[in-house]
């Protein structure tokens, strides 16, 4: 069989005071091609097993192997370059849209890499925006708006994984429908070696979008269907 | 001849009487300032009396030793000061202030001392020692207060920003940069605003004290054309020093950035 992508082994979080477990002993394999939607009810450890799988928290217990093996403490940078994670309440920076598409270029894990505009405008394309949407002021987006630069910030850096949390949450059916589409065709592109992970509330969402469907309650997870 | 004129205890009183003035404010106006006023008149005079005391003893004996316990105990004051006056906190900040105000004061000391008063006795002259250590602390201690508060709430507010930043594979410290020179900025800001109106708008209690005791004026200028470059030095350092301490705490190896570990003091411990 062949090796995941993304491994998580045994992990388990403690509370801040050391005195209860967010989440104990979980694990899960996320193979190439892995459409995973992850439900569970509100406080059961979704975004604390998502920032874990993400390696922005430290684990008290197990561990996050990529590709089989624990990521080194410097190259921890790298591995989020390639499994990217995205938040609910997703941050711009002051400047323009395009200022925000052209931020990570400025990391020193991406700098051997270029912006393209063409590469954003195609995808604008598909959203039915033109190029002037490139100019506006990040501070007068609306929510959806902001979501959808945040996702393509994410998307244009052809990440392996992604780890997506609740990224419509908020948003009108439109947007949603358009945030959904841009993961799938980000999935479709090189369909044998990407996976994702999507924490969503909502069942219908989670037929639309998953082919594996898992759920977390009360630190466990429970895998719920799966048809590849 | 003296150059100046010798207090005595009689004169030193016709200046405490003075408060009376404060007094009558406050019974006139109702300002229930009369116990405070009375406690602050007498811990002036006894504190003052008492590190007169020390510092003659130690003019006296002019021990290293002992020195260097009075100038320890300054610094030790003074990182203890530094650490309270932020409303926040993480484990080990004592430690952090301590070491950033240590290092910071005694480097700058320490090189006033070898490289620019060569004419002292020694390097330990009590004379020289203590009164710029105080001044260095006294004036660095702001600029590291600063520098700690910023940091610690630039890595608060802008939590969610470093963490977007993180998510996209920025290191630790592109994620901290932005947070790190604000903080840096703000720390260094007063004592270059001092520089730039000394002599304008006030002179300087050093040089003021320097007249007071007839010194020459131009002497008294060049001692604090000294002051006032050990004194941004020190700021520069200290700040510097703290702030990349607290990095150190709050941004671990694996570029983790340990939001929960800065916790907000509680009341009481704040308004210390």
Known sequence: MEVPLLEARGIGRQHREGTSWLLRDVSLAIRTGDRIALTGPTGSGKTVFLRSLAMLDAVDEGAVLWQAEPVVADEVPVYRSQGIYLTQRARLFDGTVEKNLQLPYSLAVHRHRHYSRDNIVSYLDHLGRDEQFLMLDSANLSGGETQIVALLRVIQLDPTILLLDEPTASLDEGTTQQIEELVSEWMSVVDSRRAFVWVTHDAAQADRVANRTLQLRDGQLIELESNP | ?272
């Open chain 2, 1 to 272: 001849m003296k150059s100046y004129v010798e207090l005595s205890a009689l004169q030193v009183g016709a200046a405490a009487l003075l408060i009376l003035v404060n007094a009558a404010i406050s019974l006139a106006l109702r300002l229930r300032l009369e116990r405070s006023l009375l406690i602050a008149s007498v811990r002036t005079i006894l504190q003052l009396l008492l590190i007169g005391l020390v510092l003659q003893w130690v003019f006296r004996v002019e021990q290293i030793i002992i020195v260097v316990a009075l100038l320890s105990i300054m610094t030790g004051i003074a990182g203890y000061t530094a650490f309270t006056r932020s409303a926040h906190a993480y484990t080990g900040m004592l430690l952090d202030t301590m070491v950033a105000v240590w290092a910071s004061s005694w480097f700058v000391l320490a090189f006033a001392m070898f490289a620019v008063l060569q004419g002292s006795r020694s390097w330990h002259d009590p004379q020289y020692a203590i009164p710029l250590l105080g001044m260095i602390l006294g004036n660095t201690l702001n600029g590291i207060t600063l520098g700690l508060a910023g940091v610690l709430d630039g890595f608060r507010s802008g939590r969610d920003q470093i963490e977007t930043l993180l998510t996209l594979g920025a290191t630790r410290w592109e994620a901290a940069r932005a947070s790190i020179q604000k903080a840096l900025t703000t720390a260094m800001t007063p004592i270059i605003n001092s520089m730039m109106v000394v002599g304008i708008v006030s002179l300087p209690g050093m040089m003021t004290g320097q007249l007071l005791s007839g010194v020459e004026p131009m002497e008294t200028v060049k001692y604090q054309i000294v002051i006032m470059f050990l004194i941004a030095s020190a700021t520069a350092l200290g700040s510097v020093g703290v702030v990349l301490l607290a990095y150190r705490r709050l941004f671990n190896r694996h570029h983790q950035f340990r939001y929960d570990a800065i916790r907000r003091r509680d009341e009481r411990r704040t308004r210390e």
